[in-house]
């Protein structure tokens, strides 16, 4: 079975950090971009992050840019989204998912799968 499961979630304050992990059971992460998206309550899913199988330089959603940090770890079969300086507006759900895409089209949703079940952060005071 192929599927992705996240972890690292959890309740934060404005301005404190997060490290959520995607690990991947069934098939190795080494051939996909692997893409972190997040859905707030009430929104669609968007693309956060997403990283490529080689070399290039990981994508980003404008409003993450300087604060997150996609990285991977194909030994352990994982992706890592370190998230600082985390604001009200990042608290959402996240998953990871992926795709035979470049990590450009992060923000193209319908060329992910493989969902995992997604973890929660929530940045309150």
């Known amino acids: 079975q192929l599927q992705f499961v996240e972890s690292g979630g959890g309740l934060v304050q404005p301005g404190g950090s997060l490290r959520l992990s995607c690990v991947a059971s069934?098939?190795?992460?080494?051939?996909?971009?692997i893409g972190w998206f997040r859905q707030a309550p009430g929104k669609g899913r968007r693309g956060v992050s997403c990283?490529?199988?080689?070399?290039?330089?990981?994508y980003y959603t404008e409003s993450v840019k300087g604060r997150f940090t996609i990285s991977r770890d194909n030994a352990k079969n994982t992706v890592y989204l370190q998230m600082n300086d985390l604001k009200p507006e990042d608290t959402a759900v996240y998953y990871c998912?992926?795709?035979?895409?470049?990590?450009?089209?992060?923000?193209?949703?319908?060329?992910?799968?493989?969902w995992g079940q997604g973890t929660q952060v929530t940045v309150s005071s």
């Open positions: 069934g098939f190795t992460l080494d051939s996909f971009t």
């Open positions: 998912a992926k795709s035979p895409a470049h990590q450009g089209l992060c923000a193209v949703e319908s060329l992910f799968g493989s």
């Open positions: 990283i490529g199988r080689g070399v290039g330089t990981p």
